[in-house]
């Protein structure tokens, strides 16, 4: 086809342009595209902008997670109604978050005891270098053993936690009061 | 809870602001991602307003009445219905690559970076990806040729399938240089060329650009790509941003081009258009 | 056959036009002929071949017979130009030669209606003895169909539309045989996978697979692939093809695809089967007999088995004392030792003096092995196969190189 092969010069459209105004291809030798782009031509690429990260609410509240406790172990990915750990921790916070409290680390203590109650034991990083210590003089798995919801998934599905939906008001949900 | 569903709670979030009392360590960055928030709602507003222009009928040339109606209707295949941004996300559109490839050229249409990995806006996507389907009916719509092309092993059975089976051309095959460009010579007859390349991955290796663009739009064959977010889209006509690698996002988007060329065809053979050549009489 | 004047055969060769076609071979063109006898050579014919027949339809419109104008394409417009204008110089080419080879039969003195291609070579072999080696490059007068290489049909449609929906990979055959090949490969990953849901397909499946087997087979060769496709496939290409073949063949379901395997497969002949088995006759006595030759270095010899004998053995009139050496008198009677029947047979063998013992004994054990394989059933001739009896010893003597001694030996030489 005639016609610059710079394709770095303009757009085919302009290039074909060019090329019809200057008689060098005739009107009705014009390809068949020609109308269809002039008609339709490509959308203006909107203007560049800084690419932000995403962030959600819980990633807050999963970071303190796992600055505070250790390692909950492994998740049984091949069952879908169980939920991992930090997973109902989160959603544990988000659920006491909706009933009023709203002061953080507050808000982090209660959901500590709440899943407690329902014999979930969080373990810190502090409390599993201390039990590490001991496990190299007596055993070692003892130390590994946290929660009864690790192994059996069927208990899990008495902590029952409704999933936080948009519904949930996060106004104040990570507001310290200083 | 789902990705979608946190993507569509991210954007409630940004947009009300009496909402956004953020950790105390995200106050700051929450405030500027707002600022940026309007300002490219704003702007965004603004390439949605943009003008069709109505096609203008060429000097000395008889207008064919029934393409050129076609051509003014904003949905002549009805491709709008086709598919929704729910679809795009089912099929994994959105993910893009690791933030660190991301092609400057690409970073307006992604949407966030979630944990080194880029998202695509697929809000964007829709309709850039509508408005390719439709040029690409409307050529069909014409009796143009369409070229299928795509790197992708994975995949690269059922391209060629589709191709075949609406009657349209691919090539998934190594490029070799100058099929475009050297054609007379490669083919040993005049040029044929394709009157739209679709691109369904740009990239060739993962190191390189599929040569095909360059060479479709020197020899000014109007192009579809489909470019992830590690790819370069300014030698594409039209281009869909998307993820390339994932077959169930290459399946969708040979499903909706298939849709598209059929309906096209049908239309062409109910309106009309679609004559069979008569032989060529040697006298 | 007519003898020319030294002074017609310098003219013919002066007027000679060798045309160089692009399959390399010479050809002896007509118009030589058609000089050498006064014909007026007005070239009207050729001047028609080079034209380009002005295109009928030069808008590129067409009337259909409804009415409405079609277009043909440019690209499809210019194949036809060019496809006419081939046509036309061809048509010319063949009369030319028509015109020639009754030339050629006049100057032979020959008939021309009677006159064949094997009649014109052997006169251009007379008329224009060459010496050059190679015989492409020799004068030559063929039928132009032979000479000029085959233009390949239009591969798209009148619309200037491709026919082959692969057809801008440029090896449109090639790349449809490998998307076959994944195709049938995914066939065979979905009827796995239907298999092991469904256990019961398995009794069944044994059953089918036992008598698929790629042993008695091996892949088309790069060549016959070649001619297949009627495409160029490069080396690279048809490993590929290969590669994708085994694979597909691999498949633990590979039996389903059989038929289409077997199309890429050609047979391996066994080697056994290939041998020529001599002729059982019967002698005057009623006797059977199988007669066979063999050779060994430079010596040949014949040999008849007889088959109810009592295993004696005549060698040029003379009995097994014939070889000096126990070692000759066992390896000629080795093939029959490993058949079985020493004792059985008669022998009698003539051989060729010349040559030494070994070579003699050689040639004997090769034609009584032959000979005896017409005794034997298939099994035992495949042993007699396996064990080299059936197999001619190519060795001879080495040839003695000049400055040398002998064929290796060198002169016994001193520096000083």
């Not at chain 1, 492994?74 to 750990?85: D, M, P």
């Not at chain 3, 998307?179 to 092991?196: P, S």
Request: proline residues 5%; hydrophobic residues 35%.
């Amino acid at each position: 086809m005639a016609g610059s092969r710079r394709e770095s010069v303009g757009s085919i459209l302009t290039r074909l342009q060019g090329l019809l105004r200057a008689g060098a291809m005739k009107a009705e030798d014009r390809p068949i595209w020609y109308d269809i782009v002039k008609a339709k031509p490509p959308k203006p690429v909107p203007p560049h902008r800084e690419v932000q990260k995403i962030l959600y609410p819980e990633d807050f509240v999963r970071a303190r997670f796992y600055k505070t406790y250790a390692d909950p172990g492994a998740t049984v990915l091949s069952n879908e109604n169980s939920k991992s750990i930090p997973q109902k921790f989160v959603d544990r916070y988000l659920e006491l978050h909706g009933k009023g409290e709203t002061e953080p680390s507050r808000l982090f203590e209660e959901t500590t005891q709440s899943l407690a109650a329902e014999g979930v034991r969080l373990i810190t990083h502090e409390e599993r270098a201390a039990a590490r210590g001991k496990s190299q003089v007596t055993n070692k798995s003892q130390a590994s053993a946290v929660t009864p919801e690790t192994t059996e998934p069927g208990t899990s599905e008495k902590v029952k936690v409704k999933s936080p939906s948009q519904k949930v008001d996060i106004k104040g949900l990570f507001d310290e009061k200083s | 809870m789902s990705l979608y569903s946190r993507m569509i709670r991210w954007r409630a979030c940004q947009s009300v602001k009496s909402c956004c009392s953020l950790h105390k360590t995200a106050l700051s960055r929450a405030k500027v991602n707002l600022e940026q928030v309007a300002r490219f709602s704003g702007s965004k507003l603004v390439c949605n307003q943009q003008e069709v222009e109505a096609p203008t009928p060429m000097r000395g040339e008889e207008t064919e009445s029934v393409a050129d109606t076609a051509l003014q209707h904003d949905d002549y295949f009805g491709l709008k219905n086709l598919v929704t941004v729910r679809d795009l996300f089912e099929a994994r559109v959105h993910l893009g690559h690791n933030s660190g490839l991301r092609h400057e050229s690409m970073s307006p249409y992604i949407f966030g970076e979630r944990q080194g990995t880029d998202i695509i806006d697929l809000e964007q996507t829709l309709p850039l990806l509508q408005h390719a389907l439709d040029v690409c009916a409307h050529i069909v719509y014409r009796g143009g040729m369409v070229l299928f092309l795509s790197r992708n092993q994975q995949t690269l059975p059922w391209v060629e399938r589709m191709a075949q089976e609406v009657g349209e051309y691919s090539h998934c095959r190594p490029w070799k240089r100058g099929i475009f460009t050297n054609a007379s010579s490669i083919f040993s007859t005049l040029p044929i060329y394709p009157e739209l390349c679709v691109f369904l991955g740009t990239q060739d290796t993962v190191f390189e650009m599929h040569l095909g663009i360059v060479e479709s739009s020197k020899l000014l064959i109007p192009s579809i790509g489909v470019v992830d977010s590690n790819c370069d889209n300014s030698d594409l006509t039209y281009h869909v941003p998307g993820n390339d690698d994932t077959p169930a996002a290459i399946h969708l988007y040979l499903r909706l081009f298939r849709e598209a060329v059929t309906r096209a065809k049908a239309k062409r053979k109910e309106d009309g258009l679609s004559l069979d050549p008569v032989a060529y009489d040697e006298s | 056959m007519a003898s020319l004047s030294p002074w017609t055969r310098y003219s013919l060769c002066r007027s000679l036009r060798y045309c160089r076609s692009s399959a390399s071979s010479v050809l002896f063109s007509r118009d030589l002929l058609r000089n050498q006898n006064g014909i007026a050579g007005s070239g009207s014919s050729r001047d028609n071949c080079t034209e380009a027949p002005s295109p009928s339809s030069s808008d590129g419109k067409q009337k259909a017979s409804s009415g409405k104008a079609v277009t043909i394409s440019r690209a499809m417009r210019a194949y036809m130009e060019r496809a006419k204008a081939h046509d036309d110089m061809m048509k010319a080419e063949v009369a030319d030669y028509e015109i020639g080879k009754r030339h050629l039969a006049n100057i032979m003195g020959e008939d021309p209606d009677s006159f064949t291609q094997d009649d014109v070579n052997r006169a251009i072999e007379y008329l224009l003895p060459s010496g050059l080696f190679e015989k492409r490059a020799r004068p030559m007068m063929k039928d132009p169909y032979e000479i000029f290489p085959k233009k390949k049909a239009a591969q798209f449609g009148l619309d200037g539309r491709p026919y082959h929906w692969l057809y801008f990979t440029t090896s449109p055959n090639y790349y449809a045989l490998l998307y076959d090949i994944a195709w049938k490969m995914e066939d065979l990953k979905a009827e796995e996978d239907r298999l092991a849901e469904e256990k019961d397909g398995k009794p069944d499946r044994e059953k089918e697979s036992s008598d698929f087997t790629l042993a008695r087979s091996e892949w088309i060769t790069h060549q016959r692939l070649k001619d297949l496709l009627v495409e160029n496939v490069p080396e690279k290409e048809y490993r590929h093809f290969l590669v994708l073949m085994e694979r597909l063949a691999a498949h633990p379901l590979a039996y389903k695809m059989e038929e289409f395997i077997a199309t890429y497969r050609e047979p391996i002949a066994m080697q056994s089967q290939t041998l020529e088995v001599p002729q059982i006759e019967v002698d005057s006595d009623g006797r059977s007999f199988a007669t066979a030759s063999g050779k060994r270095k430079k010596c040949a010899a014949t040999v008849r088995v007889f088959k109810p004998g009592s295993g004696k053995v005549v060698i040029n009139g003379e009995d097994l004392q014939y070889f000096s050496n126990f070692v000759y008198r066992e390896s000629l009677l080795f093939p029959l030792s490993l058949t079985g029947l020493v004792g059985e047979v008669d022998i009698e063998a003539e051989v060729q003096a010349q040559g030494g013992p070994t070579a003699q004994a050689g040639a004997i054990r090769l034609a009584v092995s032959r000979a005896v394989t017409a005794f034997v059933d298939e099994s035992i001739r495949e042993d007699l196969r396996l064990a080299g009896m059936l197999t001619e010893d190519p060795r001879t003597k080495e040839r003695k190189k000049p400055g040398q001694e002998k064929a290796r030996k060198k002169f016994t030489w001193k520096k000083r």
